[in-house]
């Protein structure tokens, strides 16, 4: 990413669900580090499904890892959690579930 550097955070609530839309205007996750995310994603389902809440964490991804594990941990399949490279470049991360009463 080059200057001027540009993030956006932004939430929403609807009553019934929240969400967290992070952006940025960099050069966006390359196809291997999304394939690395999805097996990690994959295995922290595994380790919940069996019981186990933590598994070893790689460095790269590491705080996307930690959020995913948690919104899984809270909100099972209700958890939402998105990757994306929008079709303007950078990358986005949007995450969010229901709101529990």
């Known amino acids: 990413m080059r200057p001027p550097y540009a993030v956006s955070i932004k939430g929403s609530y609807d009553g019934d669900a929240w969400t967290v839309d992070i952006r940025d205007n960099g050069q966006g996750f ?3 580090a999304l394939e690395l995310l999805d097996r990690q994603f994959a295995r922290i389902e595994e380790n919940i499904n ?3 809440m933590f598994d ?3 460095i790269g991804g590491m705080a ?3 959020i995913y594990n948690r919104l899984k941990l809270l909100y099972k399949e209700s958890a939402f959690f998105r990757i994306e490279n929008p079709a303007g470049g950078g990358s986005r991360v949007s995450i969010g579930g ?4």
Do not use: F, I, S, W
């Open 50 to 52: 069996a019981g186990r």
């Open 64 to 66: 996307l890892n930690n």
């Open 56 to 58: 070893e964490t790689e």
């Open 30 to 32: 390359n196809k291997d």
């Open 98 to 101: 229901p709101v529990l009463r």
